[in-house]
């Protein structure tokens, strides 16, 4: 998965920014929205991140404190909005109208690096690719290693190694846990 420039120019400017709120960017993504530009902008919570309290985080909060891990919050995405439209405009980093979305990562968490794939070794994850592998675009399967740059994918016929530089995307697939039926333990 190559990043562009501007991507990567977005990168630097937004993580740090992001940084002073008490969370962390888990990635960056553009597309078209009609004649203008569409920056999504991924946060995750490192730690128990504070919804709202009015004053910018000096530190991430620890799971020690009184409050619980709560992940990413509507509030976190808002203020991020707020403050991230501002040190956008102020650095002039996009050319043109655009139209930025900010948002938690999700249960079916794509991912942007495979460095970020190492916390979830053995969970299903699905991998698109950009040049066939094996015969396919497409992989899903267990993810059983990262190694480096490139990662392996357990699926039911072997494991395949894929490339970082050949993933178009890849996402963590959730699996909802088995509802019971009223009357079993």
Not at 34 to 51: H, N, T, Y
Not at 160 to 165: F, L, N
Request: charged letters at 20%; hydrophobic letters at 45%.
């Amino acid at each position: 998965m190559t990043r562009t420039p501007l991507a990567q120019r977005l990168n630097d400017i937004i993580a740090p920014a992001v940084a002073t709120l008490g969370l962390a960017l888990w990635g960056v993504e553009l597309a078209s929205a009609g004649s203008r530009m569409l920056l999504r902008v991924f946060i995750d919570a490192p730690e128990a991140a504070p919804a709202e309290t009015g004053t910018p985080l000096a530190e991430p909060v620890t799971e020690s404190a009184a409050q619980p891990a709560t992940g990413v919050t509507v509030d976190h995405c808002a203020r991020a909005s707020r403050h991230l439209g501002a040190v956008l405009d102020a650095e002039d980093a996009i050319p043109g109208a655009y139209v930025l979305e900010v948002s938690s990562p999700g249960l079916e968490r794509r991912f942007f690096t495979p460095q970020q794939m190492q916390a979830y070794l053995g969970r299903e994850v699905e991998v698109r690719l950009n040049l066939p592998q094996v015969g396919r675009r497409r992989l899903k399967g267990a993810l059983a290693r990262v190694e480096g740059e490139s990662i392996v994918v357990a699926e039911d016929k072997g494991e395949v190694a894929v490339r970082w530089e050949l993933v178009k995307q890849a996402h963590l697939v959730h699996e909802f846990p088995a509802a019971q039926k009223p009357g079993q333990a």
